[in-house]
């Protein structure tokens, strides 16, 4: 079928829309004459693609089959040099061409360039205690990071004189002309010299260089809030590096919590083990308990089997943003003597016999 579309782009006549764009992508790349492609073929392939990518065109065009009997189509002459593109149609056009050549005629890149500048985070990495995620601290920190200079207030000028930038006459953008197969296509963006400001030092400041920003070292107090979980961050706005004409960016403050020994985190509860005697866990009895906040004292009952798990309430952890604490379980583990002796050996056998006497136990 002579010039048909679907041949053209290589797709079949079922192809979606996300297919017939594809399709075109890769062959516009391929033939576009900026890079050594043919000017006809290129041509015939703009051609399928203003059509099969309107709902509208693609259906009247179905219905005649051919290039040359399609009547709703007002492309391309062969004679007219300047040819006219009709981007209402599909206005991802441009952004297809700016990603592939640099260049754009589209909104993104522009819309890019309006964003408004910020500077760089600084990271920190900071270890607490678990006590410190019990109560709470507030800690003195040095940041290292750009700031504004002191001398000019981040002018970059002696004295905070300005002039305009004689590149973007003040506008703060400049605009690159591209000559390509479509016409004259510009592209605006920030300008280099002024940095998108519009004004420029008339003199430079001599302490930074008429940068507008001296590296510094600064003392801060950070909080950190009880009840804070391992690899959490915590962001402070602002106090990140400056950039000229923007906004500063964060610091950012990743808390670590070191390892306790004497307990295992799970949430805002605690988990701890604690070895008793023989005669405490058969007679009954007391025990010291290690907590965040210091020793407590645990009544053991008689005849408590080793694994008994105690909860110890209110004695964890602080939940974040809340006065509700977490609590503490303790693991009763018997502990046998390290040297069983004579007399030991003579008790528990008589204290084995009483109990199989009296039907405890059976041997």
Request: with cysteine; hydrophobic share 30%.
């Amino acid at each position: 079928m002579e010039n048909d579309y679907y041949s053209t782009l290589g797709i079949s006549r079922e192809a979606s829309s996300d297919d017939i764009k594809k399709a075109f992508r890769r062959l516009a790349h391929e033939h576009h004459p900026d890079k050594g492609g043919s000017d006809v073929q290129f041509k015939k392939i703009n051609e399928a693609y203003q059509t099969l990518s309107d709902p509208d065109k693609r259906k009247r065009y179905d219905q005649f089959g051919t290039s040359e009997g399609f009547q709703g189509f007002e492309g391309f002459s062969g004679q007219n040099q300047n040819i006219h593109f009709d981007f209402g149609n599909f206005t991802d056009l441009g952004d297809i061409f700016s990603d592939m050549f640099g260049f754009g005629g589209g909104g993104k890149r522009q819309s890019q360039n309006r964003k408004t500048k910020r500077g760089g985070d600084i990271q920190i990495n900071l270890d607490i205690t678990l006590v410190d995620v019990l109560t709470g601290l507030k800690k003195s920190l040095e940041i290292s990071h750009d700031a504004p200079c002191p001398i000019c207030a981040g002018t970059g000028a002696k004295d905070k004189k300005l002039k305009t930038c004689a590149t973007c006459a003040g506008s703060g953008i400049i605009t690159q002309r591209h000559q390509s197969f479509f016409g004259t296509i510009e592209n605006r963006l920030t300008c280099s010299t002024c940095k998108g400001s519009g004004k420029i030092p008339e003199h430079n400041c001599a302490s930074c260089r008429g940068t507008g920003l001296e590296h510094q070292r600064k003392n801060i107090e950070v909080a950190i809030p009880a009840g804070i979980d391992n690899n959490q961050t915590i962001r402070y706005g602002g106090l990140g590096n400056a950039v000229l004409d923007g906004e500063s960016g964060n610091l950012l403050i990743t808390v670590g919590i070191v390892p306790d020994r004497r307990f295992n985190r799970d949430g805002i509860n605690l988990k701890s083990e604690k070895n008793i005697s023989l005669p405490v866990m058969m007679l009954g009895g007391e025990t010291t308990i290690e907590t965040l906040t210091g020793p407590l004292t645990l009544k053991i009952p008689p005849q408590t089997a080793s694994g008994t798990i105690f909860r110890l309430k209110e004695q964890g952890l602080p939940r974040l943003n809340s006065k509700s604490r977490g609590d503490l379980y303790v693991l009763a583990k018997l502990i046998w003597p390290k040297k069983i002796t004579n007399k030991i050996k003579k008790a528990i056998s008589d204290v084995a016999n009483d109990l199989m006497n009296e039907g405890e136990i059976l041997i």
